[in-house]
């Protein structure tokens, strides 16, 4: 949930900018952005997001479904309409290790949104090739993912994260039960 306040949109362009420091296979820089803040622009990639969702709810196998349910999730992206400004991530695949780069590059790009204190969250839909057409995109660029970003209207706090010691092995693989 956002809030309706206004952000700052040199902030979002701050943090793309940390975003392509990142390192990327054979420094290609295979990733490109486009900052929506048009409401005609951010309507049209809602409804086609929402006609593929739907889409892909209605096919999903059984136990997926459920899953879906029990996390509220439905084919209703009220966010991509709800949020000042979405960006959209793609990845060049035609240059090496696309996909990889582009990732770390929204590795960079989300721990500087957060420094600004915007929320945002991963959104790829079902169909991203459909949500490429849609939005005039050449091949051979992928849509990796979709963030809104704005001020959080979410009270909730943040998704429990398991403590960091939890993921390491030192000189042995050990797992903890």
Known sequence: MFASTPINL????????????APSG???????????????????LRA???EQEKRFHE????????????????????????????????????????????WLAIGYFLLALEEKSLSTMTYTPSYPEKVRAALDVDEPYKLETIFPIGFSADSSPKAHRHPAESFIHKNVWKTKS
């Open 59 to 102: 096919t999903a196998g059984t136990s997926f479904k459920q899953w879906l349910e029990s996390k509220r999730i439905t084919w209703r992206k009220p966010f991509l309409t709800e949020a000042p400004v979405l960006l959209a991530v793609f990845s060049n695949q035609a240059m090496p290790y696309a996909t990889e780069s582009t």
């Open 10 to 21: 040199e902030d979002v362009l701050h943090c793309i900018g940390v975003a392509v420091q």
């Open 26 to 44: 054979a420094n290609k820089q295979p990733w490109q952005f486009m900052v929506i803040d048009d409401a005609r622009v951010k309507e049209k």
């Open 48 to 50: 086609k997001c929402e």
